[in-house]
């Protein structure tokens, strides 16, 4: 597979960027969720775009399939009066500090990779098929994914759990 | 400035972590909170594709790295929102400044 | 590669593309077989809907509509021109991009499974690796749009019923996939066009007359049941259509919108019928094989079309024939008789797979008979289970006969 | 087993399904503006005037040969009072020769009309009878609805037509009146004559 140009993954990055500030930044927590999904879509083309396809599809099945419509359901469940009503930040001095913190992070995030050169690697990897993935979940990561599978089996009993109505004993009182 | 790909991503990645971080740290919805999260967690898999991708890695083990971060980060979506909703349930609220009290 | 009429459609590509410079042949023939898919399935929708409304009034001693063009084969577009003519009615609290753009989300996250469909034995658009995965990532996108459409219309009846709509699709989505799963284990591959070869008659008859469908073993029937159930459910039609419910809950989630977007939003819901059923055939029908070698001269495209009718027909004729389910009923049915149907139906396939060598009459009467053990037992401990408690229904005052 | 209601049920659909190519039973739809259903004969809708005039007379025919006499019982029987008659002034002779009044104006409005039938039960001239048109759709109800004496008399050839054992019924009970009547005055003429007879010469005894 020919790597697409680097201008495909600029626009990639600037749709991501610009759908994940918005989410960040809008009031309306509804909102926010879409606009969020918006952004796992382009993180799965991004994966796309790095000739990674299983990958996307995965990102596409458990974020927008997944994880938002359970994010969705716990605004909808956690709401008083409605849903579009603004969260606001903390305080004005909250939100500024979050952003100093935030930009200060990303300064020195951004000035390590821009100093760091990449080692001179092994060529592009060919685009591995859905065997090889397989072939090597069942092999060389088999223990990792049990440990996954039982991790995801028991944390969905426990959500569940913790989610279900507790019966009170005397509901008389 | 070289707008190599590979650091193209990484500032990509870099730049959604802190637009994750700047979210979780300026709000008090726990609903809220958890997304941001969930952002961060996508932005550092995007660095496994992107190390991945330019020859850094070996084959096809950053990619399962990512398969099983997604797992996990459904897995801690599913517990963190019904934690929510217990919580929702006692206090009527899910703002994380009315959980610093650990006694229901 | 000789003109017939299996390769007719990539002739007609490669005619139409000699047209231009090479550098642009990649361009045209992406666009053609978009224009391609968009056609057929636009048109095969409508003439899905006028052949639902004409077998369901044959299913209920009717005639169905018969006046606009010869037998009434222009019904569709005598409603796309009514739909198109209808004021556009947005409420004035809705949330206007939400709600404009549930109905763009549904049709092309529809559309865009049709991408992955191996539709012969030349034609499938992107043979992708993981088309199976695909498929599912595309079929994602409802839940998104009847969320947006739901809770965009800023009314509590299309809010609740968006919720339900979204529950009842979760709920199916699990034996829709694990039902997907035992024809993946037979191919050994999420390459749609891979799972369609395995099912080739070039590799013998399942038990000596019936043609090499997934369909005709243990596992295979039960498994296209459960996709059938759960299909119908994920279209949300009748006997699983409560998220709709016109003649109790005017729509649910749909209650706020009119006109053209209606239109799309049902438009969205046959795209995804169609899909599931080319899926359906694709996994457990053999997609584009013909059931004998012999039959082969027919072009493999003309079967798959003859496979989706069946289904499709199959839909019409049991949402003629069954009453809506409650609300209650639908989510037991779905957790606690398909789920785990469809996960035993997962060790009755590894069970078929791992015996796939035995020889021998005595042998292979014993790998039929277990693995039909396998689907049976479980589906009457389950179905009993279900429908403890219930019996027919006994009144007081009338006579019971 | 578990799921042979559904296949029942199925199956039910599908005999419905084949049984409506071949079975009339299954299909038994009416295409109404090419076919039509045949209506019963006591089917009615709204009243008419039978007019005692041949089968093809033009309206002034229909008009001088009405049965009706302003007698009004009709009018003031009509549940939600649709009829309204007014009488005329002069006298015109009767079937039967004698001369009675006739309804200068007779109007029902058949917007209102219900379809009773009372107007007909209790009409001594056999004079107003249920017709059994019912595509009467028109754009407005007036006058369109409004029928008058023009468009309600109908021959009595018409009556004959839509309602043949009740019209020979009455055809019958007429002509034996009518007979009977003539009978009468025959017999009063014949009385008439012998007194006169008698009077023209005295007894001679």
Excluded at chain 1, 57 to 76: E, P, T
């Amino acid at each position: 597979m020919i790597p697409p140009p680097l201008p495909v993954l600029a626009a990639i990055a600037a749709a991501a960027l610009l759908t994940a500030a918005l989410a960040m930044m809008l009031r309306n927590l509804i909102h926010s969720a879409l606009l969020l999904v918006l952004t796992w879509v382009f993180v799965a083309f991004f994966y796309l775009w790095a000739g990674a396809p299983f990958l996307a599809f995965a990102q596409v099945v458990v974020y927008v399939g997944a994880i938002s419509m359970v994010v969705l359901f716990a605004v909808l469940l956690t709401r008083r009066h409605d849903p579009a009503k603004p969260t606001r930040p903390a305080s004005l001095a909250r939100a500024c500090s979050a952003l100093a913190v935030s930009g200060g992070a990303f300064a020195v995030l951004a000035w390590a990779v821009l100093q760091w050169r990449p080692v001179p690697g092994n060529p592009p990897p060919a685009e591995p098929s859905v065997a090889t993935l397989g072939a090597a979940l069942a092999g060389p990561q088999l223990h990792a994914l049990l440990i996954t599978g039982v991790i995801l089996t028991a944390t969905l009993i426990g959500a569940a759990l913790i989610a279900s109505p507790v019966e009170k004993p005397d509901s008389s009182q | 400035m070289n707008l190599d790909p590979l650091h193209l991503c990484l500032l990509l990645s870099a730049a959604l972590f802190c637009a994750g971080l700047a979210g979780v740290l300026s709000r008090s919805g726990a609903i809220f909170a958890l997304l941001g999260i969930e952002l961060m967690l996508n932005a550092a898999n995007l660095n496994f594709a992107a190390f991945w991708r330019h020859g850094q890695a070996a084959a096809p083990d950053p990619i399962l790295f990512v398969l099983f971060s997604i797992a996990v980060a459904a897995a801690e979506a599913a517990v963190g929102l019904a934690l929510v909703i217990a919580f929702y349930r006692h206090r009527r609220t899910s703002r994380l400044p009315a959980a610093s009290r650990l006694k229901g | 590669m000789p003109v017939t009429l299996e390769t007719f459609p990539l002739a007609l590509r490669d005619w139409l593309c000699a047209f231009l410079p090479q550098e642009f042949h990649w361009l045209l023939s992406g666009l053609l077989v978009i224009i391609a898919i968009l056609t057929v399935f636009g048109l095969g929708f409508a003439f899905i809907t006028v052949a639902e409304r004409k077998f369901l009034g044959r299913f209920q001693n009717r005639i169905g509509p018969n006046r606009v063009g010869p037998f009434g084969l222009l019904q569709p577009f005598a409603d796309a021109v009514k739909a198109l003519t209808k004021e556009d009615i947005v409420p004035a609290t809705a949330d206007k991009l939400p709600h404009f753009l549930a109905p763009c989300v549904i049709v092309s996250g529809a559309l865009l499974c049709f991408a992955v469909l191996p539709y012969g034995r030349h034609l499938v658009p992107a043979d992708l690796d993981a088309g199976l995965l695909y498929f599912f990532a595309a079929g994602a996108f409802t839940e998104l749009a009847v969320f947006m459409a739901g809770w965009s219309s800023h009314n509590k009846f299309s809010l609740l019923a968006g919720i339900r709509a979204l529950a009842q699709l979760v709920s199916y989505e699990l034996p829709l996939l694990l039902a997907t799963l035992p024809a993946v284990m037979a191919a050994r591959s999420l390459n749609l066009q891979t799972i369609v070869g395995s099912q080739s008659p070039a590799a013998g008859l399942k038990a000596g007359f019936l043609p090499n469908w997934h369909l005709f073993s243990p596992w295979g029937a039960a498994g296209f049941l459960i996709f059938l159930i759960a299909a119908i459910a994920e279209s949300n039609r009748s006997p699983f259509d409560l998220p709709e419910g016109e003649s109790e809950i005017i729509a649910g989630h749909l209650t706020e919108y009119s006109g053209f977007k209606y239109a799309l939003f049902f438009m969205g819901e046959y795209f995804g019928l169609i899909a599931l059923s080319g899926f359906c055939a694709t996994l457990f029908l053999g997609g584009w094989q013909a059931p004998y070698a012999a039959l082969e001269v027919i072009p493999s495209w003309v079967w798959f079309g003859l496979k989706v009718a069946a289904l499709i027909f199959t839909f019409i004729w049991i949402r003629a024939t069954f009453l809506r389910l409650r609300m209650d009923q639908l989510m037991r049915f779905s957790w606690k008789f398909l789920l785990p149907l469809a996960l035993i139906n997962l060790g009755t396939a590894a069970f078929w797979l791992l015996t796939a060598h035995w020889q021998g009459a005595w042998w292979i009467a014993l790998r039929w008979f277990a693995a039909a053990a396998l689907v049976i037992a479980p589906y009457s401990i389950l179905g009993r289970r279900l429908f403890r408690g219930l019996g027919a229904r006994t009144y007081e005052y009338a006579p019971n006969n | 087993m578990l799921g042979s209601g559904i296949l029942k049920g199925l199956l039910v659909t599908a005999r419905n399904f084949v049984g409506s190519f071949h079975d009339r039973e299954r299909l038994p739809t009416v295409q109404y503006p090419e076919e039509r259903a045949p209506v019963g004969e006591a089917f009615r809708t709204f009243p008419f005037l039978v007019s005692d005039c041949p089968a093809d007379a033009d309206a002034s025919a229909r008009l001088a040969g009405l049965r009706g006499v302003a007698c009004q019982i009709c009018e003031r029987n009509c549940p939600p009072r649709c009829i309204h008659i007014e009488k005329s002034k002069d006298k015109k002779p009767d079937a039967a020769g004698k001369p009675q009044l006739y309804p200068a104006v007779f109007e029902i409005d058949i917007s209102v009309c219900m379809g009773c039938q009372i107007c007909v039960e209790v009409c001594p001239f056999d004079s107003i009878k249920m017709d059994k048109v019912f595509e009467i759709a028109v754009p407005r109800r007036s006058p369109e609805l409004l029928l008058d004496r023009d468009r309600l008399s109908k021959p009595n050839a018409y009556y004959r037509r839509i309602r043949p054992s009740e019209a020979a019924a009455v055809d019958a009970a007429r002509a034996a009146e009518q007979a009977a009547a003539k009978a009468r005055a025959d017999a009063a003429a014949k009385a008439a004559a012998a007194r006169q007879a008698a009077a023209a010469t005295p007894p001679a005894a």
